[in-house]
Structure formats: structure tokens, C-alpha cells
């Protein structure tokens, strides 16, 4: 027994314009895990399951540099070999990077999110779990779970926020009475947990985040599934970035701010302006009728706003150091990751399946000569689809063009669409399959055979197109009247 590495192999195609995603095997890469030796080794599974005859349009991956170096990657190893197969990076990771960025880069964050944590490791004990969960049974509230946070699975964030957020006064129940009784150890982790939960700052990050993440989850769900197309991808990366830039405004934290005063007073949470531990440098007497403040590093002494009220100010400071910054890095690395230029063959293929000839050459001129594509007869093709689909719906979708374009009437806008299918959007499946490998390949099966692993992976993953009860069950019938008894 020894500790391999693999590599997960799934490939998707269209059937009657139905879009399928399907794991292949499981490969042994403990050997090699350099670009050359992973693009031999994929390019070979392709060839032991008869599938190198069929066009190889695009290749999915996350970011990591082996993977996608443009020079000596795999994805350009691969393209050596079908040079139309372009590398899109997964979108689930792109997302993930969104979030994961944002959370180190702000120091109020970072400690937000390490106090998830810390909630999570004290009440994973089995004694303070129950007494949380027979708390809940209680008060008639449903218990959700508290779960450890994941860098690769950051949707774990979302449902901690949901979590302690809806347990929240439970939560503090159960501290403070493992304060009272001090009866065990764990004392000191259950008083610095209370002091971190009831500050002010605790409290607005929770909102916060409960209201980012929520967002954020439409957008991860969407990449996560099998079906989606590169153009549903992109309308709902454009939708969430459009949300985001919607939340940067007054009114809308105004509805936020509401919601976080409600809960801070019915919690006895003060919301007022933290006081600064340090003195605050000033501006220098013999400088104050020159325009230097700010070279001086002194804050600048602006006047008191006399006619906002007390509240309003406290809600001004909230605003603008803690939610603007929040709301202003996530919409930056979001433009950043998705950028116009990451997303051209995206936005063409978009253009291509609402039947726009101009705007989606991009992704046609790629194309057209694997599939040996008439330009001419294309647009027309376009255009005549587009009319009829126009009939069916004013917005016409991908539901209105399968019902008007078929193979024989439509064989170029076919051809073309099908690509626009198969385009993957994420590895999301692949991701999938190693936690399936989890579940089979245990601490009591680490001799099984490279070929065992993969044919269990199969029938547990592709259950719905292996398993056929009646075919097993006579086979086994079969073998069973062939056996030699013994007495």
C-alpha cells in the first residue's frame, strides 16, 4: 500500500442539443505530476476509450500554472494535439478566488471569519453540540450545523454565516452558562468566543456576509451544474456583478442597517462608534494655514456635522469603513477575475446562440473549419432561425431554438450550436468524482488495482446508466447454477 495521486478524466457532450457531463476513470499520476507527463497521460485515456476521433473543442481546468501555462501547460500540450480544444478556466474556481481573495485582504474580515472558525471547533465537542441542539429542540427553532471552513469549498462560509446567525441567541446561551459553571477546560475558549461574538463588529460582519454570500451562492450553484451553458454562465456572472454595483448605494444598506439595529438591540449589542486605542495625530500649528495635511499624516479635521443626528453618524461610520470597503473589493475582483477580455469566447458564443451573426464571429471563426462550416449558408441559416424563433418569444432562448432548429433543415447552425453546448464552464464534476473516490477507496481497500478503482467509481458515479438490477441479478443467477457445491 502507498499513497497515490490521481487524476480525474470527465468528458461532456451534446446529444439531441442535451447536454451530458460524464466521469470517464481515474488515472494513477504518482510517477509525473509535470505538464508532459499529465498531458500524456490524458491523451492516452483518450485513445484507450476510443474517443480521439471525436473533435476535442475546449478544456476545463482551475488555474494552478502546470495546468494552464500557456507555453508548457497542459492545456497547450494538449492543443499541440487538437489545436481548437481552447482552455477555459473553471469558473467555480475563478468565484472561489473572488471570495477567498476578499476575505485575507481585509483584516476586519480575516478575524470575522476566524471566529466562524473558532465557533465551529468548540461546538464540534460532542457534549457542547447536544446541549446546543436539545437548546434548539426547546425554542422550537430547526438546529443547522456549523461546519469547518474550506478554502476549495468556500460555500461553507454562506451556511456558518446562516448558521450562527439564526442560532445566534442559542449560541450565546451555551456560552454563557459553560462561563457560569466553569467546569471545564474549555472555559477560556467559551469567554473569548462570548466577548468576539457580542462586539459590535462581529455583529455587521454577520449581516454583512449573510447578504454577500447569499449572492454569491445563486452564482456557484449555477456553475455547479452539469447542463449550464457558457452563456447562461455568463448572464449570471453579469446579473451578480450588476447586484453588487445596485448594493453600493444608501438606500440599500439603509434596508441592511435596519435589520443589524434590530438585532444589536434585541441582543443588547451596542452599535456605537469604537473609540481608537491610539492617539490620533494632529496637524501640526505652524502648517495649519497650508494645504499638507495629508503629507503630514494627520487625519484630516473636517467640521462637525451639526445637523446629522447621532444615529445617522453611527450609521455613516458603518458605512463607509466597513461595508463600502467590503462591497467595493468583492465588485473588483469580480470585474477583475471576469474581465471583458477572459470572457470574449463567452460572450460570443452568447451572441452565437441568440442568433447574432456579427457579434459572435469570434466564436464561429474558430470553429468553422474543424466542422467544416459554409460561412455563407451559416448566416443565412441565422438569420431564417432567428425569424421563426422571434414567433415562439419576443426573448427567445435555448428552450425556442431546439424546438425550431434541427440537423437536417439547419446542418451548419447544427454543428455550431452543439459547440456552444459542449463548452464546459467549470471542473466541477471532476471535483466531484475525487469525493466519490473518498468514499470507495478506504483505509481498508489500499491495494485495489488502478482498473478496480476506476470501474467501482464508475458504477457509483454513472449509478443511473450502469446499474441495471435485472442484468446483475440474472448474471448472478447464471454464475450461481454453474457452481460446484460443496457439502
Not at 25 to 41: K, N, Q, Y
Not at 150 to 162: L, M, P
Not at 271 to 282: A, G, V
Not at 449 to 457: A, F, H, K, N, P
Amino acid at each position: 500500500s502507498y499513497k497515490q495521486e490521481q487524476l480525474s478524466l470527465c468528458i461532456r457532450y451534446v446529444k439531441d442539443l442535451e447536454v451530458n457531463e460524464r466521469f470517464i476513470c481515474f488515472m494513477d499520476v504518482s510517477s509525473g505530476r509535470g505538464a508532459s507527463h499529465l498531458a500524456s497521460t490524458i491523451l492516452t485515456a483518450i485513445e484507450k476509450y476510443n474517443i480521439h476521433k471525436i473533435p476535442l473543442v475546449a478544456q476545463s481546468y482551475d488555474g494552478a500554472n502546470v495546468m494552464s501555462g500557456s507555453v508548457s501547460g497542459v492545456q497547450q500540450k494538449i492543443r499541440e494535439h487538437y489545436p481548437e480544444a481552447v482552455y477555459i478556466h473553471c469558473l467555480a474556481h475563478k468565484l472561489n478566488l473572488v471570495v477567498c481573495n476578499t476575505c485575507s485582504s481585509i483584516k476586519e474580515v480575516r478575524n470575522f471569519f476566524n471566529t466562524l472558525e473558532a465557533i465551529y471547533v468548540h461546538f464540534s465537542q460532542p457534549g457542547i453540540n447536544n446541549e446546543l441542539t436539545n437548546l434548539l429542540s426547546e425554542m422550537k427553532i430547526k438546529p443547522l450545523s456549523i461546519t469547518r471552513l474550506c478554502e476549495t469549498r468556500w460555500a461553507c462560509r454562506f451556511k456558518n454565516c446562516d448558521a450562527v446567525l439564526n442560532n445566534f441567541g442559542a449560541i450565546i446561551s451555551i456560552l454563557v452558562r459553560e462561563v457560569d459553571e466553569g467546569l471545564n477546560r474549555d472555559v477560556p475558549q467559551a469567554i473569548g468566543l462570548l466577548n468576539m461574538m457580542k462586539t459590535p463588529t462581529f455583529v455587521f460582519h454577520l449581516f454583512i456576509f449573510h447578504e454577500v454570500l447569499k449572492i454569491i451562492n445563486i452564482l456557484s450553484k449555477q456553475l455547479q451544474q452539469k447542463n449550464t451553458n457558457l452563456s447562461n454562465a455568463t448572464n449570471t456572472i453579469n446579473g451578480v456583478i450588476k447586484t453588487f454595483e445596485e448594493m453600493r448605494n444608501i438606500d440599500h444598506f439603509s434596508g441592511i442597517w435596519d435589520k443589524i439595529s434590530n438585532f444589536a438591540s434585541k441582543n443588547d449589542i451596542s452599535l456605537d462608534i469604537p473609540k481608537k486605542s491610539k492617539r490620533q495625530r494632529t496637524e501640526p500649528y505652524h502648517l495649519r494655514d497650508f494645504d499638507v495635511t495629508v503629507a503630514t499624516g494627520a487625519e484630516q479635521q473636517l467640521p462637525i456635522q451639526c445637523t446629522e443626528t447621532v444615529d445617522k453618524q453611527i450609521q455613516n461610520y458603518w458605512r463607509n469603513h466597513f461595508y463600502n470597503p467590503i462591497v467595493d473589493t468583492i465588485l473588483s475582483h469580480l470585474k477583475l477575475r471576469f474581465s471583458e477580455e477572459s470572457q470574449e469566447l463567452a460572450q460570443a458564443t452568447e451572441s452565437f446562440i441568440s442568433l447574432d451573426f456579427t457579434n459572435s464571429l469570434y466564436f464561429i471563426n474558430h470553429y468553422k473549419d474543424l466542422f467544416s462550416i459554409n460561412m455563407e449558408c451559416l448566416k443565412s441559416e441565422m438569420t431564417v432561425a432567428r425569424n421563426c424563433a422571434i414567433q415562439l418569444s419576443n426573448k427567445f432562448g435555448l428552450k425556442e431554438l431546439k424546438q425550431v432548429i434541427s440537423k437536417t433543415v439547419y446542418p451548419n447552425l447544427f454543428k455550431l450550436l452543439q459547440v456552444a453546448l459542449v463548452l464546459p464552464i467549470s471542473s466541477a464534476s471532476c471535483e466531484r468524482s475525487f469525493s466519490a473516490m473518498r468514499r470507495i477507496k478506504s483505509w481498508t481497500r489500499t491495494t485495489m488495482g488502478q482498473e478496480r478503482l476506476s470501474d467501482l467509481s464508475i458504477i457509483h458515479i454513472e449509478s443511473d446508466l450502469v446499474i441495471d438490477k435485472d442484468i446483475i441479478l440474472n448474471k448472478f443467477a447464471e454464475n450461481k447454477r454453474t457452481l460446484p457445491l460443496h457439502f
